[in-house]
Nanobody, 126 residues
Framework: QVQLVESGGGSVQAGGSLRLSCEVS????????MGWFRQAPGKEREGVSA????????DYADSVKGRFTLSRDPAKNTVYLQMSSLKPEDTAMYYC???????????????????WGQGTQVTVSS
């Protein structure tokens, strides 16, 4: 069983930065898509960024390219999302997800990923 625990959310003014962390525990062998999703009130959950744990390929939603950076520290079993130049429209609950992969895949993780964290709130004020 894989467990994901996010941290690092908070409130920040527009233009500010936050770093989210996702600590992974449990049996996680093989190839995974590790990703970040977000969901704002009244909106559908959307993929933000993802990394293939084997080839290290990272992908980003167009809305965050150039502002968000995903990184991973395998030694700490942790995935990070560095968010800069934050905008009010980035306000959402942010979730970490893990999706087992059979082979490599481009793009963000599937919304049907089997493993999810509890979420961490990010609020950006103008």
């Amino acid at each position: 069983q894989v467990q994901l625990v996010e941290s690092g959310g908070g409130s920040v003014q527009a233009g500010g930065s936050l770093r989210l962390s996702c600590e992974v525990s449990g049996n996680m062998y093989g190839r995974y898509c590790m990703g970040w999703f977000r969901q704002a009130p009244g909106k559908e959950r959307e993929g933000v960024s993802a990394v293939d744990t084997i080839n290290g390929r990272r992908d980003y939603a167009d809305s965050v390219k150039g502002r968000f950076t995903l990184s991973r520290d395998p030694a700490k079993n942790t995935v990070y999302l560095q968010m800069s130049s934050l905008k009010p429209e980035d306000t959402a609950m942010y979730y970490c997800a893990a999706e087992p992969l059979i082979g490599s895949r481009n793009g963000l993780c599937s919304p049907a990923s089997p493993y999810w964290g509890q979420g961490t709130q990010v609020t950006v004020s103008s």
